[in-house]
Structure formats: C-alpha cells, structure tokens
C-alpha cells in the first residue's frame, strides 16, 4: 500500500551535486570515474528503496556536474523504478526550450520517471561562463520560468521577452509520457518566489540549508494559500536540506564534520558565512537543518519537519566535500532501507 500525506504520496529521496570523492587509496578519484560513480550512487539509491535520485548542476572543480542530464540518462538505463530529476537546473543561465527538451527526452528513457528542479542558482558560476549578467538575476528567472511554464503544457508556444528570441505559435518536441513533466521550483526563502511558484502550478522544494526548519512553516502555509486562491488545487511541497547517516549518531557526525567544516569554511570565503565551529555544527544537527546521525535520529527529525512544514517530501542531499565514495555508499544504503521506511512509518502514525 502507497503511504500518503495531505493526499499526495510520500516521497524520499536524495540529491547530490557531484562533489569530488575520496578511493579506497584516500586519494581524489578522477573527475571522470567521479561522475562514473554517480551512476553507481544512483543505482544503490533505487536498490535501497528510496524513491527520488537527483543531481544539482555546478560548474567548478570541487563539483564538475556541468551536465547532470546526460548522468541521469546513463542512469535512466540501469534503474526501472526510481524518479530521476535535477536539484537543481539553474534556469536563468539556460535555454527554456533545451531544458524541457531535455527533461522531456530523460522522460522518454526512463519511460516516464523524470522531474526537474528549477532555480536561480544560489552558485553562480554559471553566469559568466554563458555570458549572462548577474545584474539581471530576477529578470532572467522570471522570464525564463514563464516561458517554461508555457511549453509544459505540451502545446504550440507563443512568447516574447527580452531573455530569448520570441517564439511565435511554436511547437516542442518531444512530448512526454503524461503530457505533463512533473517540475518543482527550488525556493530559498523569498516570500515572492512561493507566490510565482504557485502562480505557474508548480510543485515547492523548500531548500532550507541552515537553521531551525520551522523557521518556514509561513512559507508552506503562504504556498498552500495562494495555489488555493489561484484555483489549482493542492499541490506537493519538499523539503531539501544536507545530512548523513551512520550506525550511531557519533559515527556520523565524526565522518560529516571535517568535511563540513572545511566546505563552510570556504563558503565563509566566498561569501561571508558566519564562523563554523564544532559547537555550531552540535546546534545545527540537533535543532537545525543537518540531519545527521544514526537512522533512528535522522527519521525522527525528517518525520517532525516534514509535519511543522506540511511537506509529503524529503531530499536529502548527501555528502559535503571530499568524503570517502564507500562512506556515501554507506549513507545511502542506510538512507533508504532504515531511514525511509521509519519516516513513511512515523507519518502514518501522525
């Protein structure tokens, strides 16, 4: 029997962005047998129960996931069940069109099984890689998540913008397999991103990387009101947020706090994230959005956000930095064969 929640079914899954891991020499592996791992990650992901696999697009060396859609096909041919999508797909440096159409033909691969996550991109490196203007940051994303709008609805697109070239009464190929390709927005925290996420009759992934989860119950509760007014009926909520299972909860803040302390470290750096010490990391994982810890404490946080946020989903995304693959591998496994079902368990009780 499917377990549902708020007449959607419940969904967990996992999301990486393709962080350069460690062999079972220590060393970096390649960035190609990086990515050929992913493939593996994902296959352990479908075979653990879990029912979501994403990717989120980066584009620098620490993440070399420039192309997640072409990893999630090579996927899409060794999997039958699990969904496959991005986490995220920064639309405002892309094409619209290209982005649908790819999602379109991994829905055609996967007979079905393909989402896609669009965003901003909270990273931009992107930007001037495709010779996009970050001074134009809301105007390309409002645009180009208009357009998209238009085109999955799978019938001839007439459009214009000042992002792309007008499209006049033009058709999209290929269609997919239920007319529809199931698209979610990634929001941060902007009250006007839930309402134009609404608005369009996209589904919520509430993106919450830091803090007290509850802190977005107002966000939920905004979302739930405006998909209400615009007449479109209830639609899912998510919840993506980091963390990392072991066999006990000190086994797995050991393993996850080096390297969460070096990548804020460099995200302090970059863009001036407040000082990370241990006693930080402890609050976050107790009280915040780490969900790190043994399989019985990470359900029973993800159980207790998922209820304060009204969401039927979780992503987790796995893995922060240069951890060992066989420790991820790990993590999944638990993930998704004591972790989900103790989640799916805990809601039904709810």
């Known amino acids: 029997m499917t377990s549902t929640r708020g007449g959607h079914r419940i969904v967990i899954g996992v999301d990486s962005f393709g962080e350069m891991t460690l062999g079972g020499d220590g060393k970096l592996l390649s960035q190609p047998q990086n990515i050929r791992e992913l493939v593996a990650e994902g296959v352990l992901a479908e075979e653990s129960g879990l029912d979501f696999f994403g990717l989120g697009e980066h584009h620098i060396e620490e993440m070399p996931l420039s192309a997640p859609d072409l990893v999630l096909a090579a996927l899409a041919a060794r999997t039958s069940r699990i969904h496959l999508g991005s986490a995220v797909t920064v639309l405002s440096s892309d094409d619209p069109v290209r982005v649908f159409q790819r999602y379109a033909t991994l829905d055609a691969l996967s007979s079905g099984r393909a989402e896609v996550i669009l965003g901003r991109g909270s990273s931009t490196e992107s930007f001037p890689l495709f010779g996009f203007d970050l001074a134009d940051y809301d105007r390309l994303f409002e645009e180009k998540l208009e357009l998209f709008a238009r085109l999955r609805t799978e019938q001839p697109v007439t459009w214009s913008g000042t992002t792309r070239a007008a499209l006049p009464g033009l058709q999209v190929y290929p269609r997919t397999a239920d007319g529809m390709l199931p698209t979610w927005v990634g929001v941060g925290g902007n009250p006007a991103s839930v309402v134009r996420a609404a608005r369009h009759g ?5 993106a919450i990387i830091g803090g007290n989860p509850a802190r977005f119950a107002r966000l939920s509760a905004l979302y739930r ?5 615009s007449g479109i009926g209830p639609l899912p909520i998510g919840v993506h947020s980091p963390g990392h299972v072991a066999a006990s909860d000190e086994q ?5 706090w080096p390297t969460y302390r070096t990548f804020m470290l460099d995200a302090r750096r970059q863009r001036g994230f407040p000082e990370i010490t241990r006693d930080y990391f402890e609050h976050e994982v107790e009280y915040g959005s780490l969900y790190v810890g043994s399989p019985e404490t990470v359900a029973r946080r993800i159980a207790k956000t998922m209820t304060t946020l009204d969401a039927n989903r979780f992503d987790l995304k796995y893995g922060m930095g240069p951890m060992p693959h066989a420790v991820l591998m790990e993590n999944l496994r638990l993930f998704g064969t004591e972790v989900a079902p103790r989640v799916r368990e805990q809601l039904q009780q709810r």
């Open 202 to 206: 996209f589904a919520l992934m509430l």
């Open 252 to 256: 797995a803040k050991e393993q996850y």
């Open 225 to 229: 009101a405006a998909t209400e007014q």
